[in-house]
């Protein structure tokens, strides 16, 4: 592992930690890098406490806390990109910068089909509960791209926490958390002083990239690169090209 800043970075469902491995990999040999399972999910132990993106930003400091990181750059992926938002905002003096790709950051932003029916919460938990391999499925269908690099065993890892009842009771009070705070998310967004960088696919099935367009809006020295291509997964994906970026961005940090 690399003895430069750190970088933690923040999944998304329904994948865990792990989807991160490949970016991880290109990146440590330069950065401290960590990524966890959010606690309720994963491997991490049943989490009874906040699930709104401003909880789940202090448990990212709390977690900072318990590996004595006193500053880091944060990479948010899918529901990972609004804790570290608000956490960047919240905690200037702790979060040196946020990337964030492909995530839910504006409540009335465009999105498909499939997400406007799971923002549906009573539609959301009947399905989580009874159907979870239908929603895996197609939850991994559309997010991958021709050249997705999910292996058979990394997409079994994901499958063996997800199907877990108590990591989807987690995911559906979650959502019902994300739910009533996206409408007043920009307040924090506002609040950002800490350099952002937005990375998205151009052809993204779930997030339009008008949610990155807005949030430069709100965050004006915001920067956004689109990548080509549908891939939901940019950091398995599109590993190299995704590094290079990260790591341009941190250096740009560096050295201004």
């Avoid at 933690?8 to 990146?27: D, R």
């Avoid at 960590?34 to 930003?57: E, I, N, Q, R, Y």
């Avoid at 549906?120 to 690099?149: D, E, I």
Wanted: proline share 5%; glycine share 6%; with cysteine.
């Amino acid at each position: 592992m690399g003895t430069g800043p750190s970088i933690i970075f923040l999944h998304g469902y329904p994948e865990n930690h792990c989807v991160w491995l490949p970016l991880m990999k290109s990146l440590s040999f330069q950065y401290s890098v960590l990524a966890f399972d959010w606690p309720g999910m994963g491997g991490s132990d049943v989490w009874d406490g906040g699930t709104t993106p401003k909880a789940m930003a202090k448990r990212i400091v709390e977690i900072m806390d318990s590996f004595k990181i006193k500053t880091t750059h944060l990479v948010g992926h899918d529901m990972g990109g609004q804790p570290s938002l608000v956490c960047a905002a919240e905690y200037p003096d702790r979060i040196l910068s946020a990337t964030v790709m492909n995530s839910l950051l504006i409540h009335d932003a465009k999105t498909s089909w499939e997400i406007r029916y799971l923002r549906k919460l009573w539609l959301n938990q009947f399905f989580l509960s009874y159907f979870p391999s239908l929603v895996f499925s197609r939850a991994l269908s559309t997010f991958k791209s021709k050249n997705s690099a999910l292996t058979p065993n990394l997409k079994n890892d994901f499958w063996e926490y997800f199907k877990k009842k108590e990591v989807r009771h987690f995911i559906i009070r979650m959502c019902f958390g994300y739910q009533a705070q996206l409408p007043r998310l920009p307040k924090y967004y506002k609040k950002i002083k800490v350099p952002v960088l937005l990375l998205w696919s151009e052809e993204n099935k779930h997030f339009d990239v008008d949610h990155a367009h807005r949030l430069t809006k709100l965050v004006p020295h915001a920067r956004l690169e689109i990548l080509k291509g549908k891939s939901h997964w940019l950091g398995l994906t599109q590993t190299i090209e995704t590094a290079k970026m990260i790591d341009d961005f941190i250096k740009t940090i560096a050295y201004a």
